[in-house]
């Protein structure tokens, strides 16, 4: 009867949640009966469109372009539907007519998306209402359709009075395997544990579910399976077509840059910057990047040799401007002449107007992926010449690719947080193996929201680490995957060192205005909305946010500051003043370790966004091997006039080795890459420890001064370039920590109190 329902049957729309307990193997059963009676009918409909019978029990077929009609052939005798197909071949154009006929029929209709700023095109090309033009709480009207961003989906209202329902009968996951690795990024944060259960609860209450994404897999099934428990009438629907069907004249060419260091990216921005130069009216090129600052770097670039008419930059920093949200509501009506972009719109817009070109400047970026370089790649449909790619060299060894890698790494760093948080906080031997007991039962391996979402997790981990731990190798088998037949090309090496000098000075002129503007910014009034005003992304409130950042470091707004900022001092202040209270152990370290245990008590799947203070406790222990813990009192204060130290100590360098090696594992857990041996030596060399020192105190914000370099005859004789620590750096290091460590001492205190 419910399938009849579900069907159109009687007129009504069904709920498969009104009779939860009563589906189980009936539900099964009955599937298994319309399958048989409708084979013979679906046998002219693959005949018609290629559908056919899949090894997984689901259908495929190979098609250029997904038939409009797409759900109709396919039938509804399933409630969740997982659409696999590449990138252009129709999946919006099978979904709208999906939506229509729901809509038709009186259902609910929501369509979930994992980002605020595409929600008004999707909503656009769907012809559905976007949620950010309502306030408050939010209804779906019978044959209404809604498009929502995962991370608001506490405000819809799901149901009202006893019996009365206002859930959505159809969900649409845009971009699944998006939306779960999503749910553990920095814009989900702390609220993890309350968005993920908002998203189990809609997608098991639905009636159907379809997730459509390019590479929909294995994260995907674990959404719908084990965290929705949707595991009746499932269908997978792939498109195994193969083909790079972007280029307009018809080959499957991508043109691949073979040098794949700094001075292949300068090759191609130089290439950028000359077919921009030539394009004529009505012509387009885009730009596609990998992080914001090669955006704003290439738009620098071009400014520079007059080529800045007509560029839009669209990344995480500009996405809030009026122009990028006119191009982000209509890609196709508000196209630039130039376009450069980040993986802001790596996913979720589609430019169907005719490109001159695609340029893709690849730099390795962990934890992205070869099919999100791809993504990123195809946001035109329709590219007069073949895009020309640089991709930088770089592995991440120490990624897991395996869900078993992935298990066994979270655990190894489930004992480094859990067991210095015990250690910490002073909890007795009985209360530790309570917690522990609870954590691993409950929220590592139960079946409630919390382990479910762990359990996501893990193949969220092991996914990026198989698809993403080689920025070149993944990218290449992603491209092939996709039917692209790749050519290596030479770039104009002829004119690498003007453009490095180009680029030095568009990096400075960038820094210059960005001090520039947090100097101008006027301090904010004492009513602002701080939370609404940093997920505003313009330069202006960027400028605003940062000045009060650095107002409230108790440090004064110079130009100077200004530009420490911009480079990360605020965040290496946060680090030290993390460093020193577990470094002053007793109760800050006691008052942090109880904040982590309850936070992890809470929702385990936060795990690596509460390794902190663990963390913290290993710089400092780094720190105490190499003889350098004073520079973790407060202000320097233990620290001399004229306190120097020699980082090329042989004893320094030894004792920290012996520290490496003690503790390579944990090391590595936290992402502190210690140096590997060399496989024609039995060591690494000292200069590698040195250098990674280093790098701890630089994460702290402690600069060393370096002398000059010797002459190879100098070296030659064993002549070292020194590098040497002084107490005037420490003491400009703890300007940005001083305000965040007193406001933990206080904190604790307070909290003993």
Request: with cysteine; charged share 25%; aromatic share 4%.
């Amino acid at each position: 009867a419910r399938c009849a329902a579900l069907d159109g049957g009687g007129g009504e729309v069904a709920s498969w949640s009104a009779a939860e307990g009563a589906e189980g193997g009936a539900v099964g059963a009955v599937v298994e009966v319309v399958e048989a009676e409708t084979a013979n009918e679906g046998e002219a409909a693959q005949g018609a469109h290629g559908l056919k019978p899949a090894e997984d029990g689901g259908l495929s077929l190979c098609a250029r372009f997904l038939p409009r009609d797409l759900f109709d052939l396919v039938g509804r005798v399933w409630r969740s539907l997982v659409l696999k197909s590449g990138q252009g071949t129709g999946k919006t154009e099978a979904l709208v007519r999906l939506i229509e006929e729901a809509r038709r029929r009186g259902e609910r209709v929501l369509i979930l998306t994992h980002r605020r700023e595409l929600a008004r095109s999707l909503a656009a090309r769907l012809g559905a209402r976007c949620y950010l033009d309502d306030k408050g709480r939010l209804v779906i009207a019978e044959g209404g359709a809604l498009v929502l961003c995962v991370d608001s989906l506490k405000r819809l209202v799901m149901g009202g009075r006893i019996g009365e329902s206002f859930g959505p009968n159809l969900v649409i996951v845009d971009e699944s395997e998006q939306v779960a690795r999503h749910l553990f990024g920095a814009t989900v944060g702390d609220k993890l544990s309350v968005v993920a259960g908002d998203l189990f609860k809609v997608l098991k209450r639905a009636a159907r579910v379809v997730c459509a994404d390019a590479d929909a897999g294995v994260m995907t099934q674990r959404l719908l399976v084990e965290c929705a428990g949707r595991t009746q009438g499932l269908l997978n629907v792939t498109n195994t077509w193969q083909g790079w069907g972007f280029n307009l004249n018809g080959s499957q060419r991508v043109l691949l840059l073979k040098d794949q260091s700094n001075d292949g990216r300068l090759m191609l921005i130089d290439a950028v910057v000359e077919a921009v130069a030539k394009l004529g009216d009505g012509q387009t090129v885009l730009v596609a990047c990998t992080s914001k600052t090669q955006a704003n770097e290439i738009e620098k670039i071009l400014h520079m040799n007059g080529c800045g008419d007509g560029v839009l930059v669209v990344t995480s920093a500009t996405k809030d401007t009026s122009a990028a949200r006119a191009f982000l509501a209509d890609p196709n009506g508000c196209l630039p002449r130039v376009l450069i972009y980040s993986p802001t719109i790596g996913t979720g817009v589609s430019i169907d107007r005719e490109v001159e070109r695609v340029f893709v400047c690849g730099a390795a970026i962990e934890g992205f992926t070869g099919p999100d370089m791809v993504q990123l790649m195809t946001r035109a449909r329709k590219q007069r010449v073949p895009p020309l790619v640089w991709l930088q060299d770089r592995v991440w060894d120490d990624m897991p690719r395996t869900r078993d890698d992935a298990r066994a790494q979270l655990e190894r760093l489930f004992d480094e947080v859990v067991g210095h948080t015990e250690r910490a906080a002073g909890v007795s031997a009985h209360t530790r193996k309570l917690w522990r007991q609870r954590l691993i039962e409950e929220g590592l391996s139960g079946s409630n929201d919390d382990a479910q979402t762990f359990s996501l997790l893990v193949e969220c981990l092991a996914e990026t680490g198989r698809t993403g731990w080689s920025n070149v190798e993944c990218t290449l088998e992603a491209l092939a995957e996709r039917g692209a037949e790749v050519i290596e090309v030479k770039g104009n090496f002829g004119a690498v060192e003007s453009m490095r000098e180009e680029a030095k000075e568009a990096r400075e002129a960038m820094k210059d205005e960005a001090a520039c503007a947090v100097v101008e910014a006027q301090p904010l009034p004492p009513d602002t909305d701080l939370d609404a005003l940093r997920q505003t992304s313009t330069p202006e409130a960027h400028a605003a946010c940062m000045r009060h950042d650095i107002e409230g470091r108790g440090v004064e707004v110079t130009y100077d500051a200004a530009l420490a900022a911009a480079e990360g001092a605020l965040g290496r202040g946060r680090a030290l003043a993390d460093a020193a209270a577990q470094f002053r152990g007793g109760g800050v370290a006691a008052y942090v370790a109880e904040g982590t245990r309850s936070a992890l008590r809470a929702c385990p799947a936060r795990l690596p966004a509460l390794a902190g203070p663990s963390r913290a406790a290993r710089v400092v222990e780094v720190l105490q091997a190499a003889g350098l813990e004073s520079v973790l009192t407060e202000c320097g204060r233990e620290l001399g006039e004229g306190w120097t130290a020699d980082l090329n100590d042989a004893a320094r360098i030894e004792a920290v080795r012996a520290y490496i090696e003690a503790n390579r594992d944990a090391l590595k857990v936290h992402g502190f890459s210690p140096p590997e041996t060399d496989r024609t030596k039995k060591t690494y060399g000292d200069h590698h420890v040195k250098a990674w020192l280093v790098e701890r105190l630089k994460s702290l914000g402690v600069m060393m001064e370096r002398g000059e370099k010797p002459s190879s005859s100098q070296r030659a004789r064993g002549k070292k370039r020194s590098s040497t620590l002084t107490r005037a750096a420490v003491v400009e290091a703890w300007q940005w920590a001083a305000r965040p460590f007193a406001e933990l001492v206080e904190a604790a205190e307070l909290d003993a109190a």
